[in-house]
């Protein structure tokens, strides 16, 4: 049972490439999250998903698209990178219902210059 | 819109003190409210879970309550040993059913030998 994964764990872009991120979960799922981590930001949240084939917007979401077509995984795209993006990226994912934990994963780490 | 605080920013203690957290939100209308641990480079590993109708849930040396009417949390840590050092978040799900999280700053917690 790996939990949470996200691939990849670092990456560096040029500012306008584009490139996804990857989030899969092993645990059955419906929920998934997309979150940011910027130093005097704390953890803000980009997108999330209530089950397959559905996404919504949070609190961060321009510049940002994802997708879910498959339970297990949630996918974050960056059309065209720019150095705001700068960041470290968290995926999580919880059971539905209110009362439940949210898992995360060990985060990407991506550069824009 | 919700708002989570952390106090203090940063903590030092000598290894054996017992030590208190602090989290509070402006907004009473949560469904639960999450503590997690997070190491330096890495994700967030959740320690403990409180429901909204709950008023306290301990494990292992860790305690941690909630008084939601006064949108407070505190998580109490006993006998605090090098290994507790890391960064501690708070984080409220509320407004929704769909578990979205609002994170605070977090406390930096050191334990020295």
């Known amino acids: 049972n790996a939990g949470v994964t996200q691939t990849p764990k670092f990456r560096v872009l040029k500012t306008g490439q584009s490139m996804t991120l990857l989030c899969a979960q092993d645990?059955?799922?419906?929920?998934m999250y997309w979150y940011r981590q910027d130093p005097g930001m704390g953890l803000r949240l980009i997108h999330y998903?209530?089950?397959?084939?559905?996404?919504a917007k949070g609190e961060v979401p321009d510049g940002y698209n994802v997708s879910r077509l498959k339970k297990q995984n949630f996918l974050l795209g960056l059309e065209s990178a720019a150095p705001s993006q700068t960041s470290v990226y968290f995926c999580a994912s919880r059971s539905g219902g209110l009362y439940y934990e949210q898992y995360f994963g060990p985060g990407t780490r991506l550069t824009v210059t | 819109k919700q708002e989570v605080t952390q106090i203090p920013a940063a903590l030092s203690v000598p290894e054996g003190e017992n030590l208190v957290l602090n989290c509070s939100f402006t907004d009473s209308a949560i469904y639960n409210l999450q503590w997690f641990r997070q190491d330096p480079g890495k994700g967030l590993t959740s320690l403990l879970l409180?429901?909204?109708?709950?008023r306290e849930q301990t494990s292992g040396r860790l305690n941690a309550s909630l008084d939601k009417s006064s949108g407070r949390s505190t998580l109490y840590i006993a006998a605090s040993q090098p290994g507790d050092s890391a960064t501690y978040l708070c984080?409220?799900?509320?407004?929704?059913?769909?578990?979205?999280?609002?994170f605070g700053q977090g406390t930096i917690l050191t334990v020295h030998p």
């Open positions: 409180i429901q909204s109708s709950q």
């Open positions: 984080a409220v799900a509320g407004g929704t059913s769909y578990g979205k999280l609002t």
């Open positions: 645990m059955n799922h419906e929920y």
């Open positions: 998903s209530v089950g397959e084939g559905t996404t």
